[in-house]
């Protein structure tokens, strides 16, 4: 199973590097990673996706709460959350398909960044299965000659939150 992982740690140097070694230590592979500033400049959050079972995600959970300079960990799968993926892309399209490809990517919520006379670049933001069948749709009309896609981010639902600090 899929598992969307958000770790809240100290803004320390070799943070990230203990994270992501308990990760390549214990044999478990990690599909996207982002890391950002918060609203606590002292603080980054990591997002990272992996796969698993949930008794291995948990024992995850449970190594990456030891790291002296981790400060939360939240599995946000297990509950309501919004995800999201920026990816980029650089396509060639023939004059002729230009505007149907044009058309089919607003249609999709993404956006014309750099139009070329032989092609354009693109950005969508979207969920990762959104954005994976927007390439595959776009490949139809159109040459990919590079995708670059940021790795999910997500956030829990803002419901939820509130219910948890009211308990």
């Given at each position: ?40 400049p002292t603080v980054s959050r990591i997002t ?64 014309v960044i750099d139009p070329a006379n032989d ?25 990919l000659l590079e995708v670059v896609r940021s ?17």
């Amino acid at each position: 199973m899929r598992h969307i992982i958000a770790i809240s740690l100290q803004n320390e140097a070799g943070a990230l590097t203990r994270v992501a070694g308990l990760f390549s230590t214990r044999g478990y592979n990690i599909e996207s990673l982002s890391v950002a500033a918060t609203e606590d400049p002292t603080v980054s959050r990591i997002t990272l996706v992996t796969r698993g079972s949930d008794s291995v995600v948990r024992q995850i959970v449970s190594q990456l709460n030891k790291l002296i300079d981790v400060v939360a960990v939240d599995d946000m799968t297990q509950g309501r959350h919004f995800e999201r993926e920026l990816a980029l892309l650089k396509l060639r399209v023939r004059r002729e398909q230009a505007d149907a490809v044009r058309g089919y990517v607003i249609r999709a919520g993404g956006r014309v960044i750099d139009p070329a006379n032989d092609g354009f670049v693109v950005e969508l933001t979207a969920s990762e299965a959104e954005i994976d069948k927007f390439i595959a749709d776009l490949a139809k009309g159109a040459e990919l000659l590079e995708v670059v896609r940021s790795g999910a981010v997500g956030i829990s639902r803002l419901e939820s939150e509130m219910r948890q600090r009211s308990a």
